[in-house]
């Protein structure tokens, strides 16, 4: 035998009460109205019926939307059944319905969000291991030979101690820049502002790197000669950690032979604007929405030729934006790139 309807069942028990409370009110008035029974009573009892069984249907209508809502929050799993209260439940299916449905594409959105976290910590995990893996085993390779017995032999075991050296180095370099992004993403940066003059701090950069650029014969240098110091406020060290990594990667990725400029220039009243520009290979359009990413790498090859944890990038973000300021990007392949920010003007 087939099941009965719920909806039937609904209305079958709807009615029986009103058919109940019917009978009872008109007994009651045929037992004690028998004698002054009249068109006005008849239209009372009409009233009082249809109010009585408007608010009896509503209820009942309520009461089952809510239970049936219920069930539906109770079977579905990314649905609270403690975020639902009768408060919310009405007759009226067409707002119910979009309430309900808005709450859907809410608990969407953050199951989304929530797939794409655990999709970057994959991700995360797995460019973590690749990095430190190169490093680890080159490493592993030139001790496990001296060991082996290539120690005995004076110019082989200085010449492999230094090799590991430089990969023990690389490994430093990544877990520092990756203790720096675990603690900027989580306790954020406490920022040591003070006034500076900018001019100075882009020219003990370029002393400080002037060796490795003429490796590449790569010139630093200015736009122009500035006569007068340009103050900023800002974190000097974090600060001068921008402008290393933008003029270290200008050096890398920059044309042998070539320059990186940078200069210093009126944004608007209130700041000025850093640009780092170099006339190397350039970065193709594809990748520049991508360029601040964790590990991201325009050449994987080449990239790990060069050396660098693939974080520099987006530390660089990281501490412009902990200044409240904005990091640009401009490139053409080909011709070369520049890399601006802003920073605020002392006054």
């Given at each position: 035998m087939k099941k009965v309807k719920k909806t039937y069942r609904y209305a079958m028990a709807s009615a029986l009460y009103l058919t109940l409370l019917s009978v009872i009110i008109a007994s009651l008035s045929y037992l004690?109205?028998?004698d002054t029974l009249g068109l006005v009573t008849i239209i009372v009892f009409g009233i009082l019926l249809f109010?009585?069984?408007?608010f009896i249907i509503q209820y009942r209508a309520e009461h089952f939307i809510y239970q049936r809502i219920k069930k539906l929050y109770e079977d579905i799993s990314i649905l609270d059944v403690s975020d639902l209260t009768k408060d919310n439940v009405s007759t009226d299916v067409e707002s119910l319905t979009k309430t309900v449905q808005e709450y859907v594409e809410d608990k969407k959105e953050e199951i989304a969000n929530l797939t794409e976290r655990d999709s970057f910590r994959r991700d995360f995990l797995g460019n973590v291991a690749h990095e430190l893996k190169t490093p680890l085993f080159t490493v592993q390779g030139y001790i496990l030979t001296l060991l082996e017995g290539a120690a005995n032999d004076k110019t082989i075991r200085e010449k492999y101690l230094e090799r590991a050296s430089k990969g023990v180095e690389r490994l430093t370099s990544i877990v520092k820049d990756l203790d720096m992004i675990a603690k900027l993403e989580t306790e954020g940066m406490k920022m040591n502002v003070e006034v500076f003059n900018i001019l100075e701090l882009i020219q003990n950069v370029f002393d400080l790197f002037e060796m490795k650029a003429k490796k590449r014969r790569i010139t630093l240098k200015f736009d122009k000669l500035y006569e007068?110091?340009?103050l900023v406020k800002g974190d000097v060290e974090r600060i001068e950690q921008v402008l290393i990594n933008l003029v270290v990667n200008s050096i890398k990725y920059g044309k042998v032979g070539g320059v990186t400029t940078v200069s210093v220039e009126n944004y608007n009243q209130n700041k000025f604007i850093v640009k780092i520009a170099d006339n190397g290979e350039g970065i193709k359009q594809e990748h520049i929405p991508r360029l601040f990413e964790r590990f991201y790498r325009v050449d994987q090859s080449r990239s790990r030729e060069q050396g660098g944890s693939g974080l520099g990038l987006s530390i660089v973000k990281h501490i412009i934006e902990a200044h409240n300021e904005t990091?640009?990007?401009k490139s053409t392949f080909g011709?070369?790139?520049?890399f601006s920010f802003t920073l605020e003007k002392a006054k």
């Open positions: 004690f109205f028998y109010t009585v069984s408007f007068f110091p340009l990091i640009l990007l011709e070369g790139s520049e």
